[in-house]
């Protein structure tokens, strides 16, 4: 049995978790859903709008705007795309804040 499985049968976590802190609930991930609220404002757009661009219900934009869901490289293409802002300038904007 691998350290993974073993790790899941027997409740240990795995050593690599320790070494990936969770990004969730942090300063820096609280700043990335507040720009990309501000960023659907600017543009006018209701979170039912983005939504329905998105092809998602209401609720997938108001958890990740509300800090309850993550998004990943793909998705966050996707939510810029909605909005339309380019999301090159809003990394830029991120990390400079």
């Known amino acids: 049995m691998g350290e993974f499985a073993r790790a899941i049968f027997i409740g240990v976590q795995p050593f690599w978790t320790a070494l990936l802190p969770k990004t ?51 998705e966050f293409l996707d939510v810029a795309a909605a909005i339309g802002f380019d999301p090159l300038k809003f990394i830029k904007t991120f990390i400079s804040r």
């Open 24 to 74: 969730i609930h942090t300063p820096r991930h609280k700043k990335l859903c507040e720009l990309l609220k501000t960023h659907r404002k600017s543009a006018g757009l209701t979170q039912t709008v983005v939504a329905e661009r998105l092809g998602r219900p209401p609720s997938y934009v108001a958890k990740y705007e509300g800090g309850d869901r993550r998004l990943d490289l793909l």
